[in-house]
């Protein structure tokens, strides 16, 4: 008979500076989130430089950067269904051919049906703006014209 040694598998646990930097993190997060609260969050304060403008308008979700996102992931998940659809032509060149149509044709159904709600976000954005610009009176006058 062989003997071989058995060592436990090394565990990983929480030691006493890991549970202080836990409580640390915690305590940082909601001061921070609190003192950005209060210099992004709120409408009534002007910002004059551009970068904590940019910063003011990331924090309130007026700028959204899934629109960006989604099409760039859009444009890679496409040219990865085409350049993996060449596997195969091994195999049929009519499931080539499926996959190369149909796999394009899914995504951008689905991409296109998910960009259908930022768009639509974006125009009920503008026409609140365009809403807040214009007094009710003058809205009044054009409604009855």
């Given at each position: 008979?062989?003997?071989?040694?058995?060592?436990?598998?090394?565990?990983?646990?929480?030691?006493?500076?890991?549970?202080?930097?836990?409580?640390?993190?915690?305590?940082?997060?909601?001061?921070?989130?609190?003192?950005?609260?209060?210099?992004?969050?709120?409408?009534?304060?002007?910002?004059?430089?551009?970068?904590?403008?940019?910063?003011?308008?990331?924090?309130?979700?007026?700028?959204?950067?899934?629109?960006?996102?989604?099409?760039?992931?859009?444009t890679i998940l496409a040219l990865f269904i085409t350049l993996w659809s060449f596997t195969f032509i091994t195999v049929n060149f009519f499931s080539f051919l499926a996959f190369l149509i149909?796999?394009?044709?899914?995504?951008?159904?689905?991409?296109?049906?998910?960009?259908?709600?930022?768009?639509?976000?974006?125009?009920?954005?503008?026409?609140?703006?365009?809403?807040?610009?214009?007094?009710?009176?003058?809205?009044?006058?054009?409604?009855?014209?």
């Open positions: 008979m062989y003997y071989y040694e058995q060592t436990p598998a090394p565990t990983t646990t929480f030691t006493n500076g890991s549970i202080i930097w836990t409580i640390v993190s915690v305590v940082l997060a909601v001061i921070g989130g609190i003192v950005l609260y209060y210099m992004f969050f709120k409408p009534e304060k002007e910002v004059q430089n551009k970068y904590l403008l940019w910063l003011k308008e990331f924090f309130s979700f007026k700028k959204m950067l899934i629109e960006d996102m989604l099409k760039i992931i859009y149909i796999g394009n044709i899914v995504i951008r159904v689905v991409f296109e049906s998910i960009l259908l709600n930022v768009m639509i976000w974006k125009n009920t954005n503008d026409i609140n703006k365009k809403m807040k610009s214009t007094p009710m009176k003058e809205t009044k006058k054009k409604v009855e014209e």
